[in-house]
């Protein structure tokens, strides 16, 4: 089989789908829909092209069509002890959560979402497709278009296909709880994964070598827990990482990405910061 036609061939089968005509719009896991309002009535769906293509683990990169769940991405990645760290809906493809461009609950040791991409694929106004940036975790020169896409809920362009950067699965993950102040947890403890806070509780997460771990968990004394709280989803602000220590909210329904700036809240009426 021709592998580079076998790839080709849906995504120039999206390209015709997309067109020059419009409104378009890309129907993913609909797990972020709403994200930015609703498409206009009468908008033409489509589907980007699904699979994971092709896992170089030397190289730590990872080429999929822009509509494969996350899931799946992960799965085929953790055959040989990597993960991309999309930490959002399971069910969500990876072209919406970039065209979202939210990151998960672990941006405080893995960074934004952006900065796993390498290259995107994507089909522009007039139906055709663009390439930007390069498929090695090199230098590549020019204006970094991908980045732009990011969380340009497809007003730029569909996208198509990504290639984007891996990271090993680490030895050990530890979800931590208690109380205290989450600012001087933050500065106590050494690459923490995620700290979040709703103006009472604190939540930790640590990963790395299991060593590690444990001698960062005892430092906190706090009760060891299977998984971070339910995220609020209704309403998102961010602020300035400092910022978060002012926050204020008598029915406590929010939660806080500490390091971040992201407040997570259960209505849209966000909670404000003194």
């Known amino acids: 089989m021709n592998t580079q036609h076998f790839i080709e061939e849906p995504i120039l089968q999206f390209a015709s789908d997309v067109g020059s005509v419009g409104p378009v ?5 609909r797990t972020q829909w709403e994200v930015g309002g609703l498409p206009l009535l009468g ?4 589907r980007a092209p699904t699979g ?9 990169t990872v ?3 822009a509509g494969t769940s996350i899931r799946e991405l992960n799965e085929k990645c953790a055959q040989f002890g ?3 760290p999309f930490d959002l809906n399971p069910e969500a493809t990876v072209g919406g959560a ?3 461009g939210r990151t998960g609950f672990r941006r405080l040791r893995y960074g934004p979402i952006r900065d796993f991409v390498l290259r995107i694929r994507h089909i522009d106004h007039s139906g055709l497709l663009v390439t930007s940036g390069g498929p090695t975790v090199k230098n590549v020169s020019g204006y970094d278009l991908c980045r732009l896409l990011v969380g340009s809920l497809g007003k730029l ?3 198509a296909e990504v290639i984007l950067r891996c990271l090993p699965i680490p030895e050990t993950t530890q979800w931590l709880t208690g109380t205290g102040d989450p600012f001087k947890i933050y500065n106590q403890l050494y690459r923490p994964s995620s700290i979040l806070w709703n103006g009472d509780q604190v939540w930790v997460c640590l990963e790395g070598v299991k060593s590690d771990v444990e001698s960062q968990a005892a430092l906190l004394g706090f009760e060891e827990v299977s998984s971070p709280p339910s995220f609020p989803t209704r309403g998102r602000m961010s602020l300035e990482p400092k910022a ?3 926050l204020v909210d008598d029915s406590k329904d929010w939660l806080a990405e500490i390091g971040v700036g992201v407040v997570h809240c259960a209505e849209t009426q966000t909670p404000v910061p003194l």
Do not use: D, F, K, N
Not at 43 to 46: F, G
């Open 25 to 29: 719009t890309v129907v993913g896991g």
């Open 43 to 46: 908008s033409r769906e489509v």
């Open 52 to 60: 994971v293509w092709s896992h170089e683990p030397e190289e730590m």
């Open 63 to 65: 080429r999929c069509g």
């Open 82 to 84: 990597q993960m991309v």
């Open 98 to 100: 970039l065209a979202v």
């Open 157 to 159: 362009g569909c996208i």
């Open 244 to 246: 978060l220590r002012g």
